[in-house]
């Protein structure tokens, strides 16, 4: 019989508890263990923050302090389409903000959050390295370049 995905989450947490536990006092391994939740999971939940915390011997507000520094991990699932809008120098000069915009308007959504039906996640980042092509976003690591508003509704079509 196939697994159903309740099933498949529960075996995927119940490994990374196993794994956690392999790491017992090693503080230096935080931010490895944190990677390998972000990567099976999705995002790092508080639950496994505090495994983290009591396994590595570490204090919880240093495993959040990584958690909210690095821009790889995350606090919330992304969503099936995560966008990913540059504000960096170029793309701000551009009219980034004018596409962020026209982005949250679409799907109703701010940065850092992502639509209750978990279709879309939003975020800000600083630079795509496309600076010739600004303003541009990311979704899903496709890259959308020289956008403007009157474009993101095309765009995200492709994404339903």
């Known amino acids: 019989m196939e697994n159903s995905p309740c099933q498949c989450m529960e ?13 017992e006092g090693e503080s230096e391994s935080l931010i490895m263990v944190l990677h390998k939740i972000q990567e099976t999971l999705g995002f ?11 396994v590595l011997r ?18 919330k699932p992304k969503g099936k ?24 308007k679409k799907i109703g959504l701010v940065p850092g959050d992502t639509t209750n039906d978990g279709k879309y996640s939003l975020e800000i980042v600083y630079c795509l390295g496309a600076c ?17 508003p009157q474009r993101i509704p095309e765009i995200l079509a492709e994404y339903t």
């Open 11 to 23: 075996e995927s947490y119940q490994e990374l508890v196993k794994f956690i536990n392999q790491y």
């Open 132 to 148: 010739g092509l600004s303003p541009v976003m990311t979704i899903n690591k496709e890259v959308h370049a020289r956008l403007t």
């Open 44 to 54: 790092v939940p508080v639950d496994l923050q505090v495994k983290v915390a009591d």
């Open 58 to 75: 570490v204090p919880i507000s240093k495993v959040f302090g990584v958690i909210s520094f690095y821009a790889f991990f995350t606090l």
């Open 81 to 104: 389409y995560h966008i990913s809008v540059c504000k960096g120098t170029a793309c701000f000069v551009r009219g980034a903000s004018k596409v962020l915009d026209a982005i949250e």
